[in-house]
């Protein structure tokens, strides 16, 4: 008997999930056929298409993305395109979509591929991974999206839900966390439809495996499941420390010149670099119109009056909750300091006509601002 009963531990042992783990490969692949959303980037296996969309997925919902994929793509039908395109043209698609280092970094990227891989997406996730901004995830993703190969991901969702699975009480974004996950997410692998099932799998997550209230009744993976099991799936994962927000306050100043406003392009160091903007400046929440116009010339070289309020924004960028005055100037006299581009042109502070303020990428606070104007 004791024999016996080692015999069965040793083999329950060898799957990574509660249960067999062809089955639980058979389910997911069954529910992913039977459930899969119709998104545009999964009408294509292109390698390219697979990239940008797993860029654009980053820290952004699904359907904010649908209309910047369908749009980006039409502009820039191939890696060729894409780097041969102008970095302006670049942002100013992406505008709206935030983290914008992510589309300086597809640029760079579209431009790396095509000198160093002649275009054509390379298969070995090392190399995949060793283009700009590509991490083991989106790595993975591609690898196994657009090629076939037997390449894990972890992303939020699936982090969600592979804890929940094998439950892992532990805060997700430790390196044992992250060293366990990553292990289980290659342990539960498929040999075939690997992509079917790592998209199946964030899916999953996405639609059932919800952060809060998570439809573990509807879920097909809910016999696997130890988080379920244990009645604890509200529980787990272990909840982050909570996010402490900073207030700021800032001022943005719309200076005129008959039909021109002033704009400066944002420095590669700064907040949205590479976009443009209205002269902007942290301010004291006391007393934040002082020294404002000492302030504009100091960095511009340009005179100016305050005006009136036009309007006040409130927006948030990571950890701050902003709030920005936005100030009419009038001009005086004085000429822009000249200052290099990341062309190498003088183009850091430009006069622009108001009518024109649409086809530069601007801040998504400039953006509403200039459309106010």
Known sequence: MPRRSARTESSSAKSPVRGSLATFQAQVLAWFAEHKRDLPWRKS???YKVWISEIMLQQT?????????????????????LAEAEEEKVLRLWEGLGYYRRARQLHATAKEVVARFDGVFPRDVDQIQSLPGIGRYTAGAIASIAYGLKAPILEANTLRLYARLIGWDEVLTTSASQKRLWQFAEEILPDDEVGHFNQAMMEIGSLVCTPKNPSCLLCPLAAHCEAYRTRRQEEIPHPKKKTEFIPVTEVALVVRRKNEVLVRQCGPDERWAGLW????????????????????????????????????????????RITLLCHEMAFEKGRLKPQAGPDGQPRVWQWRDVSHLGELPLSTTGRKL???L
Do not use: C, N, W
Request: charged share 25%; proline share 6%.
């Open 45 to 47: 296996q292109d390698p």
């Open 61 to 81: 919902q699904v359907a904010t993305v649908k209309g910047y994929f369908r749009r980006f793509t039409a502009e820039f039908p191939t890696v060729y395109e």
């Open 277 to 320: 903007d209205f002269p902007r400046f942290a301010a004291d929440a006391a007393s934040p119109l002082e020294d404002l116009s000492a302030k504009l010339q100091e960095a511009s070289g340009v005179q100016a009056s305050l005006g009136e309020l036009i309007t006040t924004i409130k927006h948030g960028v990571t950890k701050y």
């Open 370 to 372: 200039a459309r106010l």
